[in-house]
């Protein structure tokens, strides 16, 4: 059994369609985070998470979903069990659920990656909440009072700001230069309106790899919008009533703590895009006896020398959370 450090280190990060050629800032990454376990989201081709495993002293754990965008694990302590959890009824992707070895007893870690479909809006919430209710059930027949449930929620934290504003400025840059349609991040467009896209006489724009993979396929006709939208407070506050939030507020409803908020009350914590933060989508949530134990919780890369890495590894910055242990 693993000898009990002075704290316990869990993080989650979406990695962004397998990692792609991103492999190299993922590990910079995952070295700088030095976590002792670590929940990963969208992987593909399992090998290159194998093989940072190797490199870095973890133990991987893959667990498949049933079409694509898998999930993994790195843990460097002890593993007692671990399970996924691959129901299409109740989700289209899976949920690993893994138990750790401590000294004082089992911890065990639930990885959720909910439904995305932003396109859907508030219809595509029912869909995310009927696949965390069946994590939560899980959770509840093994460790009741000892885990965590964390990954991308795709939802929003009831009260928090979106940089609204901000994004829609990207945006109507990237359309004016036809970035959006070059890179296939525009949908179709009618015949009838093509010759109005990419017209605007822009300057001619690159997107960075990272953001032609995350950026999500948007509506063509939302496109000419973002030009008329005021930017500001304002638009913030009614494009961030139209976010999906039900997710976040049944977890806290069910007395699950979300562990970022617990130590940060205020302030905007984005962990989306990493090529313009705008949203805060991925959570670590403890069980409340968990989180007495909390001692820090943060969103990784954000600033310094390490955003540079972050921006070229993924779209998602990661999370992490220390936890005090029991002495031996």
């Known amino acids: ?17 397998g990692g792609g050629t991103r492999w190299g800032a993922i590990a910079e990454m995952v070295q700088a ?11 593909e081709d ?14 991987a754990v ?19 069990e671990w399970r996924n959890h691959q129901d299409p009824r109740a989700f289209p992707r ?19 990656h909910l439904t995305a479909a932003f396109q859907r809006r508030g219809r595509a919430e029912p869909d995310r ?47 004016r230069s036809g ?11 009618p015949a009838m309106r093509q010759a109005g896209v990419g017209a605007g006489g822009g300057t001619e724009l690159e997107l960075s790899p990272v953001a032609r993979e995350g950026m999500p396929r948007l509506p063509w006709v939302l496109q000419p919008l973002v030009e008329f939208v005021p930017k500001g407070e304002a638009t913030d506050l009614v494009v961030g009533a139209m976010m999906p939030r039900e997710v976040v507020s049944e977890m806290l409803a069910a007395g699950y703590v979300d562990c970022l908020r617990r130590l940060h009350p205020h302030g905007d ?4 895009p990493t090529y313009h933060p705008a949203v805060r989508i991925d959570y670590l949530f403890a069980t409340p006896a968990l989180a007495e134990r909390l001692a820090d919780c943060q969103v990784v890369g954000t600033e310094g020398a390490l955003a540079e890495v972050a921006g070229r590894a993924s779209d998602h910055f990661p999370v992490m959370a220390d936890f005090r242990l029991e002495p031996s």
Request: aromatic content about 8%; charged content about 25%.
């Open 1 to 17: 059994m693993l000898d009990l450090m002075r704290r316990l280190r869990i993080a989650t990060y979406n990695i962004l369609s």
């Open 33 to 43: 985070m030095d976590a002792d376990v670590l929940a990963l989201q969208e992987i």
């Open 46 to 59: 399992p090998r290159p998470m194998y093989d940072l495993a190797e490199r870095l002293g973890y133990r």
């Open 62 to 80: 893959f667990g498949r979903a049933p079409r694509f965008r898998h999930q993994g694990l790195l843990s460097r302590l002890p593993l007692r």
């Open 94 to 112: 899976n949920s690993l659920e893994v138990s750790l070895e401590l000294r004082d007893g089992p911890l065990t870690i639930h990885t959720v």
């Open 129 to 175: 909440l009927r696949e965390l209710r069946a994590v939560r059930e899980q959770a509840s027949e093994g460790s009741p009072d000892r885990h965590l449930i964390l990954g991308d929620f795709n939802s929003l934290a009831p009260g928090e700001r979106i940089d609204a504003a901000g994004f829609l400025s990207l945006l109507s840059d990237w359309r």
């Open 179 to 189: 970035a959006l349609e070059r890179y296939g991040t525009l949908g179709p467009v």
């Open 269 to 272: 914590e984005f962990t989306c």
